[in-house]
């Protein structure tokens, strides 16, 4: 087995030693988990949780794009918000991405996430 990291400027850079954007392995790319920061600015985006869904929406895909793939070929996603009042909310923006066959999923609350932010998403896919 093979395994390369993904490095892309265009989503929130990793921390040096810790972990990586994202891992190609035997044709899937496995993203670690995006929250909504911002690349450039490397803090939180302002907003709420629709909004912080939206931008980790987009940090995913842009380190799908530098993989190779996209958020179209996702087949596994995992959501973790520190409120599960927040999840029809987050559903609200959900559901507008990956077309009509939608990836497995699960969505837990969990206590805190980084940055004591609201959500955090993660996902798996194939490459193009």
Same mark, same amino acid.
């Given at each position: ?6 490095? %892309?400027?265009?989503?929130? #850079?990793? =921390?040096?030693? @810790?972990?990586?954007? &994202? ?5 899937? +790319? ?22 912080? %869904?939206?931008?980790?929406? #987009?940090? =995913?895909?842009? @380190?799908?794009?530098? &993989? ?5 070929? +996702? ?43 609201? +959500? ?9």
């Amino acid at each position: 087995m093979s395994k390369k990291a993904i490095v %892309t400027e265009n989503a929130p #850079k990793a =921390l040096p030693g @810790i972990y990586s954007q &994202a891992i190609v392995a035997n044709g899937f +790319v496995y993203c670690s988990g995006c929250v909504p920061m911002d690349a450039k600015t490397m803090k939180l985006i302002d907003g709420d949780i629709q909004a912080h %869904t939206h931008q980790c929406i #987009k940090n =995913l895909g842009a @380190i799908l794009d530098a &993989a190779g793939s996209s958020l179209d070929h +996702v087949v596994e996603v995992n959501v973790f918000l520190a409120d599960m009042d927040d999840f029809a909310k987050m559903n609200e923006i959900y559901t507008q991405y990956w077309g009509d066959v939608k990836p497995a999923r699960t969505c837990v609350a969990v206590k805190t996430l980084p940055l004591n932010t609201d +959500v955090e998403i993660k996902c798996v896919a194939v490459l193009k």
